[in-house]
């Protein structure tokens, strides 16, 4: 069998990558599109491919031999975008755990280490396999060594082979150099001679062959002012030539075989994908990982028989357990308590027939430590069990202590604090298909030993807390909100079905109505979800150019569609079609299935987000797609549990923004809030030195992308793409905005002077983000941390502000003895339900509770409106 050797060009599929898929984000706060795009990449060459050896080579800096030569070479380049700069450590993990080699080599590029190897890999007879973004390296195609290039987008390349260059170009690969050396290379800051385009290259190519040999006989050439100007440039293409050319005697210090390849570490590969929570890639990596082996030490338990009262004492340590995440829906599978005279299990249906039970569960004077709160006390109560005298949530403690670290299960905090005498979720239970609940002896014995786990580490738990200054946060913040989030959930929300059938047929008729203006446009029937039969449609009988290719055909991607957007009317129905049908499919369709007796009860994630905030799922309400006239329509559907009630939303104006002021203390933001001014129109006077009327929307759109901006971290690049201007026109905006708020700017300096000697930053309620980056000496890692360092006390003060308004409002519609419902929570917006009557009592009390739910330099300020469903509280 022969030896296959593939080398691939980090640096520029990494670029690729980069630029071909949308700035991703995982829940870190880390960009993750370049790393998913090279994995995509490293899938499918694994797959196709099946190497024997590969290496990735990258480059090692700035400056190489060629600068030497040329000083600009390279010149033009613009700045890498910090976005992609902080991806390359983890393009690195990625390598690592595929168990592939990667090099640099100082003055060097990566063309030459692939340059170096490739022949190396030709002399040992190896079938060599080049990729690439960059179309330099076609100069290294031969009988034994293929050059892929990425054409647009990250998997789709063109392959180039000795055939396939003299069918496109006319020439061979040798002369690549040449064709460079004439044309020159606007990426690469190659001169070559002016005027000469590749048309013309390959024509005087065809003629002379070689650079030399055409330079040696100028006075052949036809034309005289191409004559002149390669008698002029004559120089300059030499030097082209010789900038263009890859070294393949590079002094590289890894031999073909430091490159086997000895597989992808499976358990690595599974760890990393989790951490960048490429969760969709999990399933690819083909056999589970086998079970961890665990030998457990005896414990010793009591298997309830009858519930009698004296099993619990003062304070009790319960576990419920569930195996489905949504708790909504699940049965609880087995109880089990831990306290001072021992440990027990209680079967579910002991429980729920036991009256001791329930006046235990509902006394709130009985302590009760338990892991995960708002799920106990919901799966429970659905049980008809309102479970109460909680005093201890070990999962929120464990949120607060590292917000950074996945919670999995009970094993996994308790592994962070010394107790390893338990098996995880997954390795007991099973994954995916094979998931099961095992006899009840065994699971029985397995409740117990988390529950043994939590009243082991509950104390070092509560120790961490104090220590960092977070028993005020903890107790008077997240512990009373997961008894609040859990009345939201289980209170849910109304969805009026019919109306949301009604929206379905309507969206459904109007699609209809697309397809068949698709049709006539087309000028015959077929399946416009294929992309298969709209690839012919398009390329074959519309013959629109083709943009890019993929193994089954033409590629009718989003990217590729809007492309073509002007060169056919049937382009933009096309997209309006596939973004309706996704409408269709995903809400309408998708919210109906988790309607159960008229209401949706979707579940807010307390202890997840790095920032505090609240994430929804099963389904997500926050993420309903309002810009689209008929997303904002979906709101519509829910409506009031009860007759005469109406939906009444509340939402803080510009919260990250008066946060902002208040931290920095920036005296010109500050005054512009306290006298209540349009803060982006504030914004575009200072940046562009203007008067009030003078400012123009469009300045006012820049202002405002700048403001929120600053609060997300934004860099020059990230603004350049939000504002479609160059990145030199952003980087003077932020600029100027630093200039003109200049606490803003002093903000920013000391927070991240602060993060490198704490390690951490906090919010204004002590929320904690644990930064170990920040003090890298990998400079992509620490620009990333001194980012974060920036924007997080910012999103995650606002983030405590409305989870303290969520409380304060909870306390008060029960003081004031009113019927009002909190039923949602949307990022800076509180949604209630709540009988006519009580509206003129709402305007009051939920500006007023939710403005004074902290103390700030400036005045916080709600919006309200209501209406009869969620759409018309606008």
């Given at each position: 069998m022969?030896?296959?050797?593939v080398?691939i060009?980090?640096n520029s599929?990494?670029?690729r990558?980069?630029?071909?898929?949308?700035?991703l984000?995982?829940?870190?706060g880390?960009?993750?599109n370049?790393?998913?795009?090279?994995?995509m990449?490293?899938?499918?060459?694994?797959e196709?491919?099946?190497?024997?050896?590969?290496l990735?080579?990258f480059d090692a800096?700035k400056?190489t031999?060629?600068?030497?030569?040329?000083t600009?070479y390279k010149g033009?380049?613009?700045?890498?975008?910090?976005?992609?700069?902080e991806?390359f450590?983890?393009?690195?993990?990625?390598?690592?755990?595929?168990?592939?080699k990667?090099?640099e080599l100082?003055?060097?590029?990566?063309?030459d280490?692939?340059?170096?190897l490739s022949?190396?890999?030709?002399?040992?007879?190896?079938e060599?396999?080049v990729?690439?973004?960059?179309?330099?390296?076609?100069q290294?195609?031969s009988?034994?060594?293929?050059?892929?290039i990425t054409?647009?987008?990250?998997?789709?390349?063109?392959?180039?082979t000795?055939?396939?260059?003299?069918?496109?170009y006319g020439?061979?690969?040798?002369?690549?150099?040449?064709?460079?050396?004439?044309m020159g290379d606007a990426?690469d800051n190659?001169p070559?001679?002016?005027?000469?385009?590749?048309?013309t290259?390959i024509k005087?190519?065809?003629?002379?062959q070689?650079?030399?040999?055409l330079?040696q006989?100028?006075?052949k050439?036809?034309g005289?002012?191409l004559?002149?100007?390669l008698e002029?440039?004559?120089?300059?293409?030499?030097?082209?030539?010789?900038l263009a050319t890859?070294t393949?005697?590079?002094p590289?210090?890894?031999g073909?075989?430091?490159?086997?390849?000895p597989?992808?570490q499976?358990e690595?590969?599974?760890?990393f994908f989790?951490?960048?929570g490429?969760?969709?890639?999990l399933g690819k990596?083909g056999?589970d990982?086998?079970?961890e082996?665990?030998?457990l030490?005896?414990v010793?338990f009591k298997?309830?028989?009858?519930i009698?009262?004296?099993?619990?004492t003062e304070?009790?340590?319960l576990y419920?357990e569930?195996?489905d995440?949504?708790?909504?829906y699940s049965p609880?599978?087995?109880?089990s308590?831990v306290?001072?005279t021992?440990a027990y299990?209680?079967?579910i249906?002991l429980?729920l027939q036991?009256?001791?039970f329930?006046?235990w569960a509902?006394n709130e004077?009985?302590k009760?430590?338990?892991?995960?709160?708002k799920?106990?006390?919901?799966?429970?109560?659905?049980?008809?069990?309102?479970?109460?005298?909680?005093?201890?949530?070990?999962l929120?403690a464990?949120?607060?202590?590292?917000?950074s670290?996945?919670?999995e299960d009970?094993?996994?905090v308790a592994k962070?604090?010394g107790y390893t005498?338990?098996?995880s979720?997954?390795?007991f239970?099973?994954?995916?298909?094979k998931?099961?609940?095992?006899?009840?002896?065994l699971?029985s014995?397995?409740?117990?030993?988390k529950?043994?786990?939590?009243?082991?580490?509950?104390e070092?738990?509560?120790e961490?807390?104090k220590?960092?200054?977070?028993?005020e946060?903890f107790?008077?913040?997240?512990?009373?909100l997961?008894?609040?989030?859990?009345?939201?959930?289980?209170t849910g929300?109304k969805v009026d079905l019919?109306?949301?059938?009604?929206m379905?047929?309507e969206?459904?008729?109007?699609l209809?109505e697309m397809?068949?203006?698709?049709?006539?446009l087309?000028?015959e029937?077929?399946n416009?979800?294929?992309?298969k039969q709209l690839g012919?449609?398009?390329?074959?009988?519309l013959?629109?150019p083709?943009?890019?290719?993929?193994k089954?055909?033409y590629?009718?991607?989003?990217?590729?569609?809007e492309q073509?957007?002007s060169?056919?009317e049937?382009?933009g129905?096309?997209?309006?079609y596939?973004q309706?049908?996704k409408?269709?499919?995903t809400?309408?369709?998708g919210?109906?299935?988790?309607?159960?007796?008229s209401?949706?009860?979707t579940r807010?994630?307390?202890?997840?987000?790095?920032t505090?905030?609240?994430?929804?799922?099963d389904?997500?309400?926050?993420?309903?797609p309002?810009?689209?006239e008929?997303?904002?329509?979906?709101?519509?559907?829910?409506?009031?549990?009860?007759k005469?009630?109406v939906?009444?939303?509340?939402?803080?104006?510009?919260?990250?923004?008066?946060v902002?002021?208040?931290?920095?203390?920036?005296?010109?933001?500050?005054?512009?809030?306290?006298?209540?001014?349009?803060?982006h129109?504030?914004?575009?006077?200072a940046?562009?030195?203007?008067?009030?009327?003078e400012v123009t929307?469009?300045?006012?759109?820049?202002a405002?992308?700048?403001?929120?901006?600053?609060?997300?971290g934004i860099s020059?690049?990230?603004?350049s793409?939000?504002?479609h201007?160059?990145?030199?026109?952003?980087a003077k905006?932020?600029?100027?905005?630093?200039e003109?708020?200049p606490?803003v700017q002093q903000y920013?300096?000391?927070?991240v002077?602060?993060?490198?000697q704490q390690?951490h930053v906090?919010?204004?309620l002590?929320?904690?983000?644990?930064l170990?980056?920040i003090t890298?000496?990998n400079?992509n890692l620490r620009?990333?941390?001194?980012r974060?360092a920036?924007n997080t006390?910012?999103?995650?003060s606002a983030?405590d502000?409305?989870k303290?308004?969520?409380?304060d409002m909870?306390k008060?519609?029960?003081a004031?003895?009113l019927k009002?419902r909190?039923l949602?929570?949307?990022?800076?917006e509180?949604?209630?339900?709540?009988?006519?009557e009580?509206?003129?009592k709402l305007k009051?009390i939920?500006?007023?509770v939710?403005e004074?739910?902290v103390?700030l330099?400036?005045?916080?300020?709600v919006?309200y409106?209501?209406g009869?469903t969620?759409?018309?509280?606008?």
């Open positions: 022969t030896n296959k050797l080398l060009d980090g599929i990494a670029y990558a980069f630029f071909a898929l949308p700035l984000n995982n829940d870190k880390i960009h993750t370049a790393v998913y795009g090279f994995t990449m490293l899938m499918k060459i694994v196709e491919e099946k190497p024997s050896h590969i990735v080579a800096g400056t031999f060629r600068h030497s030569t040329f600009e033009g380049r613009q700045k890498t975008p910090p976005e992609l700069s991806q450590p983890y393009i690195r993990e990625l390598l690592n755990a595929y168990g592939i990667y090099y100082e003055n060097y590029e990566a063309d280490i692939i340059g170096t022949l190396e890999g030709e002399k040992e007879k190896f060599v396999v990729i690439s973004g960059d179309k330099d390296l076609t290294l195609s009988d034994k060594t293929t050059v892929y054409k647009k987008g990250i998997t789709d390349m063109e392959v180039y000795p055939e396939h260059i003299q069918e496109k020439l061979v690969p040798e002369q690549i150099i040449d064709m460079k050396g004439l990426s190659i070559g001679v002016p005027g000469v385009g590749e048309k290259a005087l190519l065809k003629e002379f070689s650079l030399e040999n330079l006989s100028i006075d050439v036809s005289k002012k004559k002149e100007k002029e440039f004559k120089d300059q293409a030499i030097m082209s030539k010789e890859i393949r005697e590079a590289v210090m890894m073909l075989n430091e490159v086997a390849y597989g992808m499976g690595k590969l599974k760890e989790k951490e960048l490429f969760n969709s890639l990596l056999e990982t086998p079970k082996e665990l030998v030490e005896e010793n298997h309830i028989e009858e009698t009262a004296d099993i619990f304070e009790n340590i419920v569930i195996l995440d949504n708790y909504h609880i599978i087995g109880i308590l306290n001072e021992g299990y209680l079967p249906e429980v036991s009256n001791v329930k006046e509902e004077q009985s009760k430590i338990v892991y995960d709160a799920r106990s006390e919901v799966s429970l109560r659905h049980k008809g069990i309102h479970l109460r005298g909680i005093t201890f949530d070990v929120i464990a949120y607060l202590a590292d917000p670290v996945t919670i009970v094993a996994s962070k604090y005498n338990l098996q979720d997954e390795a239970y099973g994954k995916g298909a998931r099961k609940i095992p006899e009840e002896k699971m014995e397995h409740l117990v030993r529950t043994m786990a939590l009243k082991n580490i509950q070092k738990m509560e961490e807390l220590a960092n200054g977070q028993e946060l107790y008077d913040l997240e512990m009373p997961s008894l609040v989030l859990a009345d939201m959930e289980f929300v019919e109306r949301l059938q009604k379905g047929a969206i459904k008729k109007r209809q397809e068949s203006r698709i049709y006539d087309a000028g029937t077929f416009i979800n294929s992309p012919v449609i398009l390329f074959e009988k013959g629109l083709v943009i890019k290719k993929t089954t055909g590629s009718t991607s989003a990217d590729v569609l073509l957007a060169s056919h049937v382009i129905e096309i997209l309006n596939r309706l049908g409408l269709q499919s809400y309408i369709e919210l109906q299935k988790v309607v159960h007796e209401k949706i009860h807010f994630n307390q202890a997840l987000t790095q505090g905030r609240l994430s929804s799922t389904p997500n309400l926050q993420n309903i309002i810009r689209l008929e997303g904002r329509k979906i709101r519509q559907a829910f409506v009031p549990s009860e005469n009630w939906i009444f939303a509340a939402d803080y104006s510009q919260i990250e923004l008066r902002l002021a208040h931290i920095a203390n920036d005296e010109k933001l500050i005054e512009a809030f306290k006298e209540d001014h349009d803060i129109t504030e914004t575009a006077m940046v562009f030195h203007v008067e009030a009327d929307s469009n300045m006012r759109r820049h405002k992308a700048v403001n929120f901006g600053i609060v997300y020059d690049y990230g603004l793409q939000s504002l201007i160059t990145r030199k026109e952003a905006f932020i600029e100027r905005y630093l003109s708020y606490g920013m300096e000391e927070v002077v602060q993060a490198k390690g906090s919010t204004l002590h929320r904690r983000r644990y170990p980056e890298s000496r400079f620009s990333f941390a001194e974060t920036m006390p910012i999103q995650g983030a502000i409305i303290k308004a969520m409380i909870a008060r519609l029960e004031e003895g009002s909190l949602l929570q949307v990022h800076d509180l949604i209630f339900e709540a009988p006519k009580e509206i003129e009051e939920v500006p007023d939710m004074h739910a103390s330099n400036v005045p916080l300020k919006d409106a209501y009869d969620w759409f018309d509280a606008k």
